[in-house]
Structure formats: C-alpha cells, structure tokens
C-alpha cells in the first residue's frame, strides 16, 4: 500500500513558475515508477510526466516538454514536477500516481497505475 500527497499549488501569473512535490509514505517507494498527471476543467485526466523507479528515464507529454521538469529523490521518498513557464491552459488540478514497475518505457495511461494522490490546484491566470 502506498498513500501519495501532492503540495505546492496555487496561483501564479503566466510565465511564472511553481513546484509541485509528492510524498510517499510506506519503504518501497524505490520499487514505484512515478508519474504526473492533470485533469483542467471540464476535461479527462491527461498524462504530463513519467519517471522511472530509479530516476535515471523521463518524459513529458508534448504540451509541456521542455518547460516542466520531472525528478525524484528516493530517501525521501518524494518526487517532483518543476513547472516554468506557466501558461493559463495549464492550470488544472495536478496528480501523482505510482506505478509498480521496473522498465524505463513510459506510462502515459492513467490506467496503469495504482496509487493516486488527492490532487492539488494550480492556476495560472493574471
């Protein structure tokens, strides 16, 4: 069992930046592929961001390549989204979700994962 919470939402104008952090309680969060999701309003959870159980493989969706910035920390069994650049179509409630897997291919279906975490707001808007 693994319980995940996501912190640093909030507001920011565009072109701003936020980090997004989510703990994992339990001692087998190095065992757990990660990744980032978001659900904007009126829409279908979509894939932002992947990263493998050690760290060492990544990727994005598309829309945020190279303005977001996935990364883990396994000793504190946290991993991160670095968000810059903010555009207001990115706001959205984001997701962590874990995924008990060893390969570095990334999981962009929601449905591969089994553990979700509440979800914290991000908007970007002036």
């Known amino acids: 069992q693994v319980q995940l919470v996501e912190s640093g939402g909030g507001l920011v104008q565009p072109g701003g930046s936020l980090r997004l952090s989510c703990v994992a309680s339990g001692r087998t969060f190095s065992s757990y592929a990660m990744g980032w999701f978001r659900q904007p309003p009126g829409k279908d959870r979509e894939f932002v961001a992947f990263i493998s159980r050690g760290g060492l493989s990544t990727d994005y969706a598309n829309s945020v390549k190279g303005r977001f910035a996935i990364s883990r920390d396994n000793a504190k069994n946290t991993v991160y989204l670095q968000m810059n650049s903010l555009k207001p179509e990115d706001t959205a409630v984001y997701y962590c979700?874990?995924?008990?897997?060893?390969?570095?291919?990334?999981?962009?279906?929601?449905?591969?994962?089994?553990?979700w975490g509440q979800g914290t707001q991000v908007t970007v808007s002036s």
């Open positions: 979700a874990a995924t008990y897997y060893s390969g570095s291919y990334a999981k962009p279906n929601p449905y591969e994962y089994n553990y």
